[in-house]
């Protein structure tokens, strides 16, 4: 279904860099302040969340198509790298993880998960690496499996071969 005009058609998914991927429902025309607004609906199942996000100001809010095959590719390329951990204060490398993964960039989030990924051999994270970890592979593995149309658990078991290689 397609829209003249628009970026998005109902039925796309999309990624939103702070909420990962999810898919437009509808646009919609609302009043805001006397203005007529039109906006984009997103629903985000995993979160079950609906955002609006105006037609005109997706773009510079980040929203985008799902990665091409190249940057998926790149992405997968980036978790069989080795780990590059700075030798900063945790508190400082958290928040520079935590602003790639808001990003909406995947090769970044690649980056935070090859960083914090840990082999069974490997000593234990602590509960904010954890949790970075997580998040990180979760909004990943979420593009891989809209982009593949798999679920999210087998995308998972892609990612995760990729960094068992790097291993």
């Known amino acids: ?11 796309d998914h999309v990624v939103y860099p702070a909420h990962g991927v999810g898919r437009v429902q509808g646009i919609e025309t609302q009043e805001v302040a006397g203005l007529s607004l039109e906006v984009y609906v997103i629903t ?4 079950k969340m609906t955002l609006r996000v105006p037609t005109r100001k997706a773009k510079g809010a980040g929203l985008r ?3 091409a095959n190249d940057v998926v590719s790149q992405a ?4 069989k790298g080795r780990a590059r951990v700075k030798r900063t204060m945790w508190s400082r490398r958290a928040q520079e993880y935590e602003a790639k993964i ?8 690649a980056e935070v998960v090859r960083d914090l990924h840990r082999a069974d051999n490997q000593p ?9 970890y ?3 592979l979760d909004r990943m593995a979420r593009e891989v499996a809209a982009i593949e149309q798999i ?6 078991g892609i990612l995760t071969k990729s960094l068992s290689k790097a291993a």
């Open 134 to 136: 997580e998040s990180a």
């Open 1 to 11: 279904m397609s829209n003249i005009g628009h970026d998005f058609s109902i039925g």
């Open 44 to 47: 985000f199942d995993h979160e």
């Open 76 to 79: 997968l390329v980036t978790l």
């Open 151 to 156: 679920d999210r658990d087998a995308a998972i």
């Open 102 to 109: 808001n990003s909406g960039d995947l090769v970044s989030i």
């Open 124 to 132: 234990e994270q602590s509960y904010s690496e954890r949790q970075l």
């Open 65 to 67: 198509p799902l990665a």
